[in-house]
């Protein structure tokens, strides 16, 4: 059974930095593509960076420069590093995988900023 538990979410003033963690089971986070999505109060779930099998990475432009995905294979975890953080980055963070045509997400960490 596939199960993500993301971590790593909390209070932030604008400008800091916050790590989340993405740690997998049930699956081999070093064969898959695995995502970092975001959903503001009031928004639809966006996706915002993305790390495929070969470590090729892809960011939504609210991220670029300021976001860096990466993964440790040894311990099955994804992780999202957040920098300069705004307040429009209040949101709840959700893992994703897309395995054997069903799409698995973790109960989502939530990350406020404040002015």
């Known amino acids: 059974q596939v199960k993500l538990v993301e971590s790593g979410g909390g209070l932030v003033q604008a400008g800091g930095s916050l790590r989340l963690s993405c740690s997998a089971s049930?699956?081999?986070?070093?064969?898959?593509?695995l995502g970092w999505y975001r959903q503001a109060p009031g928004k639809q779930r966006e996706l915002g960076s993305g790390?495929?099998?070969?470590?090729?990475?892809t960011y939504a432009d609210s991220g670029k420069g300021r976001f860096t995905i990466s993964r440790d294979n040894a311990k099955n975890t994804v992780y999202l590093q957040m920098n300069s953080l705004k307040p429009e980055g209040t949101a709840v963070y959700y893992c994703?995988?897309?395995?054997?045509?069903?799409?698995?997400w973790g109960q989502g960490t939530h990350v406020t900023v404040s002015s």
């Open positions: 049930g699956i081999d986070v070093s064969f898959y593509r």
């Open positions: 790390i495929a099998s070969g470590r090729s990475t």
């Open positions: 994703n995988v897309h395995y054997y045509q069903k799409n698995y």
